[in-house]
């Protein structure tokens, strides 16, 4: 009996260590990681509430162009994105998007959107002014990013000033926050310069316009210095004078 269940122990041991890869290959695999990169309007669709900014991205085209850059194999910068929720928009003065150009819709747009991935913690060693990816006449569109001991962002255009602290995602290459603010750009909503005052000189007649011609050509009668009748007038004083002396004579 002994040599038989030794050899019923051995055979049931060959077969558990045959069983061990057959459940191994049997197991499942862990869920792949996604492949492909990040789509802005996907992260804003699934966080709700961002309506009107993506509609604002889909007319400009700016949504496009963003993903377009992300999927960019030789773009390692990445982007970060503040995204003004429905509320932020509805805040607005009535009319203010409807005011605008389609150019200075696109500019709004890119004046949300960074050409670098940051963190949080990155945003502590940012030099300040931060560029945008709106441009004008003067140069890139900026803002002054700073960061707190709260683990909050205080974002500032030179119009509005707004702290951030809920990140979308934050995943390289894209990082996308909420901002219950409108960035209005200082290029597009800052206080215009007043026009020029008129100076002192301006409004008086010129010399030789219509005031002085209204006095008549120098040299004319009507202008004669009075000198030049007082002088006549003292010669025929004494010219009297003499006849009265020689009559009397």
């Known amino acids: 009996m002994a040599p ?69 194999s030789f773009n390692g910068n990445g982007y970060t994105v503040f995204a003004p929720t429905d509320n932020a928009f509805n ?17 709004l747009v890119q004046g949300h959107v960074l050409p670098q991935f940051y963190t949080f913690d990155s945003f502590e060693t940012a030099s300040n002014p931060v560029r945008t990816q709106a441009s004008g006449r003067d140069g890139p569109y900026t803002l002054n990013i700073t960061a707190n001991t709260n683990n909050q962002l205080n974002v500032s255009t030179g119009v509005v000033d707004v702290t951030v602290n809920n990140a979308l995602s934050a995943v390289k290459p894209l990082a996308v926050y909420s901002v219950d603010k ?18 002192a000189s301006e409004g008086k007649p010129k010399k030789g316009g ?30 009297g004078l003499a006849a009265v002396l020689g009559y009397l004579l």
Do not use: C, H
């Open 91 to 107: 805040n607005l003065k009535p009319g203010t998007l409807n005011s605008l150009t389609q150019q200075q819709q696109v500019s």
């Open 182 to 199: 409108v960035l209005l750009p200082f290029e597009l909503f800052g206080a215009k310069a007043p026009a020029a005052a008129p100076t």
């Open 210 to 239: 219509s005031s002085a011609a209204a006095s008549g050509p120098a040299g004319s009668d009507d202008s004669a210095p009075t000198g030049a009748a007082s002088a006549r007038a003292v010669g025929w004083s004494i010219a």
């Open 4 to 72: 038989t269940i030794r050899r019923i122990a051995v055979a049931a041991a060959f077969l558990a260590m045959a069983a061990v890869p057959a459940a191994l290959a049997q197991a499942p695999a862990p869920a792949a990681t996604p492949s492909g990169p990040p789509n802005v309007t996907a992260i804003l669709e699934k966080a709700g509430q961002y309506t009107t900014f993506i509609r604002l991205m889909k007319s400009t085209q700016q949504d496009t162009q963003l993903n377009s850059q992300l999927n960019n």
